[in-house]
């Protein structure tokens, strides 16, 4: 299951998201520069021009430096929920026949699980090589990263007990049948090479044309 969701996140999952989000995302670098919008595709330069109007507006309302930690803060959280959101619904989808064939659960909760589990995860790992790292030198230092590091480890246990517990997440189901597993072997295996049919529509910039494509640098 292990190399499955790796299969799934490297042939589905990385290549939906350079066709959706990523671009989007990435067009909040350097805001400022009006030159690199002329080597992004259009709707990527269209919605950093609408970006930059939206924070005109703000600025007209609001200091300019807190309209800009404000706004670029929501956009970027936005972006990284979404490629969360996207990242375990096609995690649960995958690993839903192996749970289904193997353990005859449904895996009603794994997408509200990962949402929640990922963020500590995120801030367990660094804390955890943190306090590993400082307790060579302190051990009095190194009780704040360890710290740190169990409250992470607590809520990712809070949350398995919490939704493992309720009655949604116990969903018995049979065995699934032969042609059920040939058809989502199949489906995925179709939804992998459907991603990579092509190159993604926005995620490579645009090359110059004409008399001046030579002389682009």
């Keep these: 299951m292990t190399f499955l969701c790796v299969g799934l996140v490297a042939s589905i999952g990385v290549p939906l998201l350079e066709r959706t ?33 939206v924070l005109k507006h703000l600025e007209e309302v609001l ?4 309209a800009r930690k404000v706004f670029m803060g929501i956009l970027r959280f936005a972006f990284g929920f979404a490629e969360l959101v ?5 995690m649960q989808f995958g690993l839903a026949l192996p749970m289904a ?17 990922i963020p500590f995860l ?13 307790s060579y030198v302190s051990l009095t230092l190194a009780v704040i990263p360890a710290a ?6 607590q809520g990712i246990a809070g ?11 116990d969903i018995r189901v049979p065995t699934p049948r032969f042609a059920a597993i040939v058809f989502a072997a199949v489906a995925i295996g179709i939804g992998a090479v459907l991603m990579h049919w092509r190159d993604c529509p926005h995620a490579r910039p645009r090359r110059p044309h004409g008399r001046h494509a030579g002389t682009h640098r």
């Design 122 to 134: 995120q801030l367990l790992m660094p804390a955890a090589v943190i306090a590993i790292a400082v």
């Design 21 to 53: 989000i990523e671009p989007f995302s990435c067009g909040l670098r350097n805001l400022e520069s009006l030159a690199y919008d002329r080597h992004l595709t259009p709707a990527v330069a269209q919605f950093r021009l609408d970006v930059r109007l």
């Design 86 to 90: 996207v990242m375990s619904a096609i």
């Design 148 to 153: 740190i590091a169990g409250i992470a480890l």
């Design 159 to 169: 949350t398995v007990k919490g939704l493992g517990g309720l009655q949604l997440a």
């Design 101 to 117: 064939y193997y353990f005859h659960r449904a895996t009603s909760v794994a997408m509200p699980a990962n949402l929640l589990i």
């Design 63 to 66: 200091p300019g430096w807190i």
